[in-house]
């Protein structure tokens, strides 16, 4: 499968500004929930890359997931949030909400069950890591060059296997993943993907991190010692700053995270959907004009 990965990234950001009115809407809910999350991180003093991090911010993964899938559905089909119900309905709009709802659910399931195994991952990887280092005079010549081919191979894998992320967006529209799996096979499917998440992401996560900046301040990341020099670097935490300011810097980013995620969600339906059309999905994506 090949991607225009340029295309793919401009459509995200294209699209996600059109509907700029209809996902405040549907991201207040999900901006606040996840916004709970964090300063409860914050103020409980856990550590990010610990497991007790991933189950205090399961509620904000879900509502990610329902605003992801909510919005992708409307992408994909061009149905709209919330769904009008008749007084009576037919067998037939049963039927159809029905199959509606299924397609959201698993969607929803499908994005924390990958945030979920992301986030475990990323833990198991850094415990592994800490515990080598700990006592690196332990660990042998030949040790030394195992871990380096397993790093490589690790990040092999990791490379392959970043397609596999995706698969709640075909869920949307019940979408079999065994067929769709053989139509995004191929190692370079995965290179392109990452590259539309490059593009998707790193520019809109800089310019949060820049502004943050602001929010934060250079002393609230460096402390100095009497003499005036530094002391440590230390990691900045909302309670660093007790005053209003701490927690817009923890809203601000919050915010990043929740635009950056949707954007690049929907440039990964635009990169998907030809093959998502062969399962019954009708884009309503806007397309610029090109003139030759």
């Known amino acids: ?59 904000s993964y879900f509502m990610d997931g329902w605003f992801i899938a909510q919005f992708l559905r409307t992408l994909l089909t061009g149905e709209r949030w919330p769904r009008k119900i008749p007084s009576e309905p037919t067998q037939e709009q ?14 929803i399931l499908c994005f924390v069950l990958i945030m979920v195994i992301q986030g475990g991952a990323l833990v198991f990887l850094t415990d592994i890591q800490t515990s080598i280092l700990s006592r690196p005079q332990a660990t042998p010549p030949e040790g030394s060059l ?59 996560m800089f310019f949060v991190l820049f502004i943050a900046g602001f ?13 005036g020099e530094l002391k440590e670097l230390t990691v900045w935490s909302p309670m660093d700053s007790p005053s209003i300011i701490g927690f817009l810097a923890v809203l601000w980013r919050v915010i990043g995270e929740v635009v950056s995620t949707v954007i690049v969600a929907t440039a990964m339906a635009y990169a998907m959907k030809d093959i998502l059309i062969k399962y019954g999905a009708k884009p309503i994506f806007k397309e610029p004009n090109r003139q030759l």
């Open 94 to 107: 049963i039927s159809f909400l029905l199959w509606r709802a299924r397609g959201i659910l698993a969607a």
């Open 1 to 59: 499968m090949k991607i225009d990965i340029v295309q793919s990234s401009l459509m995200g950001y294209k699209t996600v500004w059109e509907e700029r009115e209809y996902l405040l809407k549907l991201a207040l809910i999900p901006i606040l929930v996840k916004f709970v999350c964090m300063m409860s991180v914050y103020m409980l003093g856990i550590n990010v890359l610990s497991f007790k991090f991933v189950f205090v911010m399961l509620p």
């Open 215 to 227: 929010f934060i301040g250079a002393d609230s990341n460096l402390s100095k010692n009497s003499s």
């Open 146 to 204: 195992m871990m380096l081919f397993l790093g490589v191979v690790l990040m092999l894998f990791s490379i392959w296997s970043f397609r596999l992320l995706w698969l709640y967006i075909p869920l949307i529209i019940l979408t079999p993943l065994g067929g769709f799996l053989k139509e995004i096979r191929g190692f370079m499917t995965s290179v392109y993907m990452i590259g539309v998440w490059v593009m998707s992401v790193v520019p809109i």
